[in-house]
């Protein structure tokens, strides 16, 4: 069974572009949820999707948004980029949901200049 | 507010030797509690996954043990490889008002030596 996968695995981007990352979650698996890692830091919770919709949401700003598609596909896109939003993203499938056995992809490097 | 400590917060130990990582918490009510192996910018990958109702797991030479009456969790790792050099990470989702989110400790950094 295929993994999940995250693309692009790399991305350099300046201030105030805006960026879209992309998530394939394990086939069959509904939930996926978006994490941020930086340097030093624990994974930072930013939302779950199940089936379509956002189940929950961290403490994030505005400028974080996603979604997931029928096939169970998610994007997270961060819109007027800040040097602090440079971190690894990490999304993560799930069968039950975000308090269940996760499965993470091997994570997006964004690096803002 | 939900919180998941783990000590130590970095540790260094020689090729072949034992190690325990612990991991205390406070979300309650408790629905399960997770254990982590995260390499160097790469993603998590699941090492154990525990219900209240058990209170020890194994995954080869890995041993978490889950003390749901003190809130305390602790990760073994048996005869410890150079491979075993990363990041282990304890995660606690609650029930109730708490369902479906999950509480990530800040992870503990192994490094094995030869």
């Known amino acids: 069974k295929a993994g999940v996968t995250q693309t692009p695995r790399y991305l350099i981007k300046t201030r105030g572009q805006q960026v879209t990352l992309s998530c394939s979650p394990i086939s069959g698996h509904r939930s996926v949820s978006w994490y941020q890692q930086t340097p030093g830091q624990g994974l930072q919770f930013l939302f779950e999707y199940f089936s379509e919709t956002q189940r929950n949401k961290g403490n994030f700003p505005g400028r974080f948004s996603g979604r997931q598609f029928s096939n169970s596909r998610s994007e997270m896109n961060v819109s007027t980029l800040e040097l602090g939003d440079s971190a690894l993203y990490l999304c993560?499938?799930?069968?039950?949901?975000?308090?269940?056995?996760?499965?993470f992809g091997p994570g997006t490097r964004l690096t803002v200049l | 507010k939900n919180q998941v400590e783990q000590s130590p917060q970095s540790l260094i130990i020689l090729e072949g030797k034992n190690c325990t990582l612990q991991?205390?918490?406070?979300?309650?009510?408790?629905?399960?509690l997770r254990w982590y192996k995260q390499d160097t910018g790469r993603g998590p990958v699941s090492l154990t996954i525990m219900t209240f109702s058990e209170n020890t797991k194994s995954n080869g030479r890995y041993t978490a043990t889950l003390d749901a009456d003190t809130k305390q969790s602790s990760l073994h790792i048996t005869a410890s490889q150079l491979s075993d050099s990363a990041s282990y990470i304890c995660?606690?989702?609650?029930?109730?008002?708490?369902?479906?989110?999950?509480?990530f400790g800040d992870g503990t950094t192994l490094t094995v030596k030869p």
């Open positions: 995660v606690v989702s609650g029930l109730d008002t708490n369902a479906g989110k999950s509480t």
């Open positions: 991991c205390n918490y406070t979300v309650s009510p408790f629905s399960n």
């Open positions: 993560a499938s799930s069968l039950a949901g975000a308090a269940f056995e996760q499965f």
